[in-house]
């Protein structure tokens, strides 16, 4: 493999800072990004920044593009360091590990799943990152489903919503019934939803023992889901 050259490596370089101090402005102005603000911080006039990132959004573009990737490492792993026969152990594995995450990294889960940032639309290549953590929970339901361990529910989804998840599911490409789709999606949006309650303050005060009250709220949503 050819090294790459020294002008490279100095743009690489570059790219690197300029996200890391984007990353600090998250975390102290949110997701309303300015690259003068960043340039300033770098010592750089604002027009150098432009040859790195030519827009705002194309630097938001690159941070999201590292969070959806960075949680999707970190939901994967849990589950693949799980005992592959125990559905529900790896959907708490997975569960545990979007927390943790989270909890690390709060400025860039906000900017995932916090308010839509305004006059931002994400591009097409933001959505097979960001299809890296359900599709965890997803690929859990196939192992069930195929070995016989995870029988599917007897739901009968209302119209129009059954051919709603049934196109979602031949789109995605996944041997899964529609009604057990569903509820796995009931479970991961209830799995965010925890994680965003938390991190955004909405429980603190009522629910000090967060962990155990995140375990708790987790075994239901493997309950919903039918793990067994």
């Known amino acids: 493999m050819v090294a790459p050259s020294f002008r490279a490596r100095v743009r690489a370089g570059m790219i690197d800072e300029i ?3 984007a990353r600090r402005h998250l975390a102290t102005d949110g997701a309303d ?7 300033r911080d770098m ?15 194309d630097l938001l573009t690159a941070l999201i593009l590292e969070a959806y990737d960075a ?8 589950d693949a360091a799980a005992d592959q026969g125990d559905l529900r152990g790896r959907w708490l594995a997975a569960g545990r590990a979007a927390r ?3 909890l690390a990294h709060p400025a860039e889960y906000a900017l995932l799943y916090g308010s839509p940032v305004p006059g931002y639309a994400a591009p097409d290549d933001t959505v097979a990152p960001a299809q890296r953590p359900p599709m965890t929970l997803i690929g859990i339901l196939c192992d069930g489903v195929a070995t016989g361990r995870l029988a599917p529910p007897d739901d009968d989804l209302p119209e129009p919503l059954r051919g709603d998840v049934a196109e979602l599911v031949d789109q995605i490409g996944v ?3 529609p009604a057990l789709m569903a ?20 429980i603190n005060r009522a ?19 039918g793990l067994p």
């Open 19 to 21: 996200k890391a101090v």
């Open 33 to 39: 990004l300015s690259l003068r603000a960043v340039a």
């Open 43 to 57: 010592g750089m006039v604002s027009s150098a920044i432009y040859r790195y990132f030519p827009s705002r959004d």
């Open 71 to 78: 949680l999707g490492d970190a939901v994967e792993t849990a």
């Open 100 to 102: 943790a995450w989270a």
């Open 175 to 177: 041997a899964l019934p």
């Open 183 to 202: 509820r796995g999606m009931a479970g991961w949006t209830q799995l965010f939803g925890l994680i965003s309650f938390e991190l955004f303050g909405r």
């Open 207 to 225: 629910l000090p023992h967060r962990d155990e009250y995140f375990d708790h709220q987790l075994a239901l949503a493997a309950d919903l889901v």
